[in-house]
């Protein structure tokens, strides 16, 4: 996270995220979730869109949609600029289950409207999680690598140019080590 991982405000975003997700693991790796949070705001620390508030948006970005957290927290400990970046991360469709693709439509058009922040953090977070998932479930994976490169192609465009090779990279390295193993592409 370059000159910004001891600034008092990261670091405060970094606690704040240690103690939202202390008892979540990695789902496949069993990891601390925490570390999910830190490699992302890792990857946007190497960004041209660095700044304190969108590294405490990384740290945070899974917090609103995965713990108790409210956006009202998020917005009383970091502010507004944090706040609104958060939830444009979080996923906001509440669709009946079945309706994935409606919900994922929904969400890539909600993304390809939001700042070039969003775009970055939402890119690391796809690279970070990409090979985890390629790794440990090859039958999602058909499926996370289409939406994601639906994603990478046509809603995350203002994103940092680096971390949007590196992801398109990730997905490519992602559908082949699958056609490797005998998976195809979802339709």
Not at 114 to 141: G, M, Q, W, Y
Request: one cysteine or more.
């Amino acid at each position: 996270m370059s000159n910004f991982i001891r600034h008092p405000d990261v670091q405060r975003a970094l606690i704040f995220a240690r103690n939202a997700h202390a008892t979540q693991k990695r789902k496949y790796t069993g990891e601390s979730y925490v570390n999910h949070c830190v490699a992302v705001a890792s990857l946007v620390g190497e960004s041209k869109h660095a700044s304190v508030g969108t590294l405490q948006a990384a740290l945070l970005h899974d917090t609103v949609e995965d713990t108790n957290t409210t956006l009202t927290q998020v917005e009383t400990v970091f502010g507004r600029y944090v706040a609104k970046l958060v939830r444009a991360l979080t996923n906001s469709t509440k669709v009946p289950a079945g309706n994935r693709t409606i919900q994922k439509a929904f969400e890539a058009g909600r993304l390809a409207e939001s700042c070039d922040e969003v775009h970055t953090i939402k890119l690391a977070d796809l690279i970070d999680n990409t090979s985890s998932i390629v790794t440990h479930d090859p039958r999602f994976a058909v499926t996370y690598l289409t939406e994601k490169q639906f994603l990478v192609e046509h809603c995350l465009l203002k994103g940092d140019p680096l971390l949007r090779r590196l992801a398109q990279h990730a997905l490519l390295e992602g559908f082949e080590r699958l056609r490797h193993a005998g998976w195809t592409r979802a339709t």
